[in-house]
């Protein structure tokens, strides 16, 4: 039997540190951390190497279940491809241990809050931007690229590569401004 933890953080500004601690207090043999969105399981190759590795009766240890997944449809088909491997989840700080009924229950139940607490927050987000754009204050990302460069060395006859090359941007974004 084997303890395996598991630590996420959402962005590059973020990390895993304390959640490390946390798990290495809880006695885990083994310990995969990575920063990547828990909205989708998709380029979380640590949780993907971490399922793989699994054998029946191993523990998979997080610190709450908003580490492992944002959406109960996520949630689920992790907890599923644990149960498939024999192997349970606990969580440190929530009451979740799978290898019981009320574990799982309880699990469901947090898996719940946890979209709802995503949706709302993004609902949130979405309605303030409405507001600040109706205010005439939101205007997105400032530019990253010079258009008027990319206008002048094209009419003097320079292709994309060369523009690209020459102003230290990607041809997508040179061709985003000749083709709008």
Not at 65 to 94: C, F, H, N, Y
Not at 134 to 156: T, W
Request: proline fraction near 3%.
């Amino acid at each position: 039997m084997t303890t395996i933890g598991y630590a996420r953080v959402s962005t590059t500004d973020q990390d895993c540190t304390i959640q490390e601690a946390a798990l290495k207090a809880a006695g885990c043999d083994v310990i995969r951390s990575e920063r990547k969105s828990g909205t989708t399981t998709a380029g979380r190759d640590e949780l993907a190497t971490v399922l793989e590795f699994l054998r029946p009766d191993d523990i998979l240890v997080v610190t709450r279940i908003d580490r492992l997944a944002r959406s109960v449809g996520d949630l689920v088909g992790i907890v599923d491809a644990i149960g498939a491997k024999g192997a349970t989840l606990r969580a440190t700080e929530q009451p979740i241990d799978t290898s019981s009924a009320a574990g799982k229950a309880f699990l469901q139940m947090l898996g719940v809050f946890a979209e709802f607490e995503h949706a709302i927050r993004k609902e949130r987000q979405l309605e303030g931007i409405a507001k600040a754009k109706a205010a005439g204050v939101y205007r997105g990302r400032k530019p990253s690229v010079d258009a008027a460069a990319i206008q002048r060395l094209h009419g003097e006859g320079k292709n994309p590569t060369e523009i690209a090359r020459q102003l230290g941007v990607g041809r997508t974004s040179v061709y985003r401004v000749l083709n709008p």
